[in-house]
């Protein structure tokens, strides 16, 4: 569904003064007849609240349908808030929910945003991610035009780790990678994102981008030592001490990975003795 035009903007604005002004019987009475033709999303939600308002819990139900699935994108903030607070108000909490999830992500960098979800206390809605997929793109979108600046972020993560700035950074490198498929400057945004996932304690994410880096630059020693902190997981890539081995040979003057592939080789050895 395309945004909605002047002329509907204009006729909503003059709608939403009409009830503003104590004309609610007039504006509800013209919704309806616009509604049923081809009322855009922000009428229905209009018309809906207004049926809320004297309890007619089950005509807004009716008219609202499902916004969130239907055409969310046209919605701003304004109508967004209004839409979950009838869902709410009708006893349709999952829809709510999703319009909730969905409003936040497009424009939970707005503070006000942030804490009127938190004030609806929306069912349902207990968990939201770290950062709105609004900031994310903004973030890719400006990385994706200066690359070169990752390795710099990551190093400022390590030195001044805090979650949200991670979280934000990880999501966005991870977005650009899309961009970056094929791409000589891929492995970079691999290494970045397998450093911010250990910074954060994700072993899992951490293995899976450091291996990924490796396929792609196989004698990366950086990742190579990450390799060396982490759990085996060959159904991901080699073992730790595979990885270790081939680095060590082809650069013998980097002590770094020396020290790590001998340690490596002990805690191995020392893992099977408990298992046997």
């Excluded at 009475?29 to 049923?36: G, K, N, V």
């Excluded at 600046?149 to 991670?166: D, E, G, K, N």
């Excluded at 390799?227 to 159904?235: F, I």
């Amino acid at each position: 569904m395309n945004p909605i035009t002047t002329e509907q903007h204009d006729t909503l604005e003059r709608l939403r003064h009409m009830a503003l002004n104590g004309r609610l019987a007039e504006a509800e009475l013209e919704l309806h007849d616009w509604c049923r033709k081809d009322a855009p999303v922000e009428a229905r939600v209009l018309l809906a609240a207004l049926l809320a308002r004297r309890d007619d819990f089950a005509a807004a139900r009716e008219i609202l349908g499902d916004p969130q699935r239907s055409q969310p994108h046209t919605m701003n903030a304004e109508q967004a808030k209004l839409a979950v607070s009838v869902l709410i108000g009708c006893g349709l909490q999952d829809d709510a929910r999703r319009l909730a999830a969905w409003l936040y992500h497009l424009h939970g960098d707005q503070d006000e945003i942030s804490q009127w979800i938190a004030v609806m206390d929306v069912p349902g809605l207990t968990a939201l991610p770290a950062v709105p997929d609004a900031t994310v793109e903004r973030l890719a979108s400006e990385l994706t035009a200066q690359p070169e600046a990752v390795p710099s972020l990551v190093y400022a993560m390590q030195h001044a780790p805090r979650t949200r700035p991670i979280s934000l950074l990880r999501a966005a490198i991870a977005r650009m990678t899309r961009e970056f498929e094929g791409h000589e400057l891929m492995s970079t945004l691999t290494k970045a994102l397998a450093e911010l996932a250990y910074l954060i304690g994700d072993e899992d994410d951490a293995r899976r981008w450091a291996h990924k880096t490796l396929r792609m630059d196989p004698y990366n020693a950086s990742m190579a030592l990450l390799l060396g902190k982490l759990p085996d997981d060959e159904a991901v890539g080699p073992t730790a001490q595979q990885t270790l081995k081939r680095v060590a040979l082809k650069f013998p003057g980097y002590p770094d990975v020396q020290a790590a592939y001998q340690k490596r080789v002990e805690l191995d050895r020392n893992a099977d003795r408990r298992v046997a």
